[in-house]
């Protein structure tokens, strides 16, 4: 499940076969110029519009913590982001403030019900993914990471998610004591496997985060600079003279 970053970008990954997408926070914010975390929710609403407008597949949204501490907001996001066009999306346990540490585990909870019931009041299936922020916020702890996903399992989320795990080891751990589908997010240098590797592991659903827009940027950097420093346009013939068939008139 890939992570576009804007129409185009959707398009031609759906002409590559993709059935399924999500956006990225942090692809958002850096369209827009910004770093993660640092985007609105009404901007982050308007980034799923465009992606969801520009694809008959289903996307799902990357909601960091919901924009909001308490249930009720991240419930009004659910359904704003529904109406938007996505088809599910996701809900951190931690507070968009970094310096904050993670939500009570029976707040967290009490977030992620709220969200599910939201998302179960809509007139279509809405994927809830609830996402435990540990090996990210600085609380490297997996016996609180597998309880905290079983809480959220229990209180109605479709798919379970813990980013940044150290190893496969970790992976098979969440995936067994899970009943749900558990999703594995490429791009953690050194902390990425193969497809087959994650599937044999349990892994059910495999993201991308922003590492497709950091890929993508990443060359133009490097294109950039050839032409700067030498003065020379080498990547001309590097480039793909077909990525028009992806798109619409």
Known sequence: MPNPWDAGSVRILAGLGFEAFATSSAA????????????????AISHVHAIASATERPVSADLENGFGDDPATVAETIRMVADAGAAGGSIED????????????NHATDRIAAAVQAARALPFRFTLTARAENFVRGKPDLDDTVNRLLSYEKAGADVLFAPALPDLAAMRAICAAASKPVNFMVGVRGKSFTVAELAEAGVKRISFASSLYRAAMTRLVD??????????????????PDLNRYLQD
């Open 223 to 240: 294109v950039a600079r050839e032409v700067k420093s030498s003065g020379t346009f080498g990547y001309l013939d590097h480039t793909n």
């Open 94 to 105: 931690a507070p968009r403030d970094g310096d904050r540490p993670l939500y009570d585990i």
């Open 28 to 43: 958002c914010a850096a369209v827009l110029g910004r770093r993660d975390h640092r985007v609105t929710r009404s901007e």
